[in-house]
C-alpha cells in the first residue's frame, strides 16, 4: 500500500499539469480499463486515448483510502478529484485497481465519477 501511495502521489503532481501525461505514466496497458462520465468502458490502446482525450486538461486528485490484496500483487485506491468542465469548477470520485507485474505497478482500472452540477440558478 506504501508503494501505491508514492504512485497515487506522483500521479496526482502529473494530473495538475497534464492529465494525459498522469495516466500515460500510470504504466496504461491494453488491457487496462478506464471508465468516466458517460460512463463507457474505454478497453484497448485506443479506446484509452480516446478517453484520455475526453477527459479535462488537468485534475486535482486527492488520495483518501485502500486495501491492498494479502498477496501485495493488487491494490484498490479511491480518492477525491477536482476539475474543470465548460469553465465551471466540478468535483466528484476516483477508484483505480493496481496490478504489481514484475517490478512494476500497473494501473488495471480507473473510474472517475462526478457529482452531479448544481442547479442552474
Do not use: C
Request: proline share 5%; net charge neutral; hydrophobic share 40%.
Amino acid at each position: 500500500m506504501e508503494e501505491i501511495i508514492v504512485v497515487e502521489q506522483a500521479m496526482a503532481k502529473s494530473a495538475a499539469e497534464s492529465t494525459t501525461y498522469a495516466y500515460e505514466t500510470a504504466l496504461l496497458g491494453a488491457d487496462s480499463r478506464m471508465v468516466s462520465g458517460g460512463g463507457l468502458l474505454a478497453t484497448g490502446i485506443d479506446a484509452l486515448k480516446a478517453e484520455m482525450a475526453r477527459r479535462p486538461a488537468t485534475y486535482t486528485f486527492a488520495h483518501i483510502g485502500g486495501r491492498a490484496s494479502s498477496g501485495g500483487d493488487m491494490v484498490w485506491t479511491y480518492g477525491s478529484a477536482e476539475w474543470q468542465r465548460d469553465g465551471q469548477p466540478r468535483s466528484g470520485f476516483y477508484v483505480r485497481i493496481w496490478q504489481r507485474r514484475g517490478e512494476f505497478w500497473r494501473l488495471a482500472f480507473d473510474e472517475i465519477v462526478g457529482r452531479p452540477p448544481p442547479p442552474a440558478q
